[in-house]
């Protein structure tokens, strides 16, 4: 099985994946309208906004918690060096 190098979620199926029927590298959070790969900022955004709906953590909570996650992800590795 595959995740998404941007957030890790677990591409299961057609549906999780950017662009339907197209294999990507990357989920449907992660893409922009046009298909393409959300930029490292983009996506830090829209994952801070995901865990502080799911997990009910501040702003900065938040923001340390997807840094943590991003830091281990393919797409990411090198906005850490
Ligand atoms: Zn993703």
Not at 21 to 45: L, T
Not at 48 to 64: M, N, R, S
């Amino acid at each position: 099985m595959k995740n998404c190098i941007s957030c890790n979620m677990p591409l299961n199926g057609e549906l999780d994946f950017a662009l339907r029927g197209e294999v990507k590298e990357y989920c449907i959070y992660c893409s922009r309208a046009d298909g393409s790969m959300k930029s490292f900022d983009e996506a830090k955004e829209s994952m801070i906004k995901y865990v502080i709906k799911t997990h009910d953590l501040t702003p900065k909570e938040a923001e340390k918690g997807v840094l943590i996650v991003m830091k281990k992800l393919p797409a990411w590795k090198n906005n850490f060096t």
